[in-house]
């Protein structure tokens, strides 16, 4: 089955720098690519997704990345605030099976 | 705001007690999941359903049980509850038809078996 791997665990960031969230997948047949931020005590936001055919997306300071060749997704956020303080999930979906998450980023932008 | 209301938010108990959680929809999605969120593992499938009456297991599913007999609810039941099932329990619901669709979450249900 499919299995994704999220690097960092954590980030620290100086407010107003970028801040880059890989996420790697193993099943090949995977087309579906979101990314979710969780604030405490809340449960995970969609915040952007892409699909195989497309490599690129953006969304004002978001962006996420695809390579399929290599299996790998990225999310970037420019400019970062305080407030992109939170915790990021990647995953990733064949649509024949459940989407499968990454185990997060725990981002802190320091003001 | 995709109108997922979960409850209870919050549910202390005894470990061998039955225990169930309820996930509300408002919008008539066919998709819905109940996930495990423990530190250090992200969020982990424990069931989820494609319709009434259909269900399946996920990644997770030892101790748990769940129905789906109309479209807005899904619950999940804890048969006897055990300290290892102690959790945050979200339920999400696609809005669209398969996996590979959009996600959406309730804010969660906060369970303590002690």
């Known amino acids: 089955g499919e299995n994704v791997e999220q690097h960092p665990s954590t980030l620290s960031v100086q407010e107003g720098d970028s801040a880059v969230i890989k996420c790697t997948y193993s099943?090949?047949?995977?087309?579906?690519f979101p990314w979710y931020k969780q604030e405490l005590g809340k449960g995970p936001q969609l915040i952007i997704d892409?699909?195989?055919?497309?490599g690129e997306k953006k969304d004002q300071r978001i962006a996420v990345t695809l390579n399929k060749t290599a299996k790998h997704f990225s999310l970037h956020i420019t400019e970062t605030q305080p407030e992109d303080s939170a915790v990021y999930f990647c995953?990733?979906?064949?649509?024949?099976?459940?989407?499968?998450f990454g185990k997060g980023t725990r981002l802190s932008v320091i003001a | 705001d995709a109108g997922i209301t979960q409850s209870p938010r919050h549910k202390v108990t005894e470990t061998g007690t039955p225990v169930t959680l309820r996930c509300h929809q408002t919008?008539?999605?066919?998709?819905m999941y109940w996930y495990r969120q423990d530190p250090g593992h992200g969020l982990r499938l424990i069931h989820y359903?494609?319709?009434?009456?259909?269900?399946d297991k996920g990644e997770v599913s030892d101790g748990y049980s769940v129905s789906r007999s109309k479209t807005e609810d899904f619950l999940l039941t804890l048969e006897s509850a055990t300290s290892s099932q102690t959790s945050v329990y979200f339920c999400?619901?696609?809005?669209?038809?398969?996996?590979?669709?959009?996600?959406?979450f309730g804010d969660g249900t906060r369970l303590s078996i002690l």
């Open positions: 999400a619901i696609s809005t669209g038809q398969g996996f590979n669709q959009p996600q959406h």
């Open positions: 892409i699909r195989s055919n497309v």
């Open positions: 359903s494609y319709g009434v009456k259909d269900t």
């Open positions: 995953a990733a979906s064949s649509g024949n099976t459940p989407l499968v």
């Open positions: 919008e008539n999605h066919r998709y």
């Open positions: 099943d090949s047949a995977s087309n579906y």
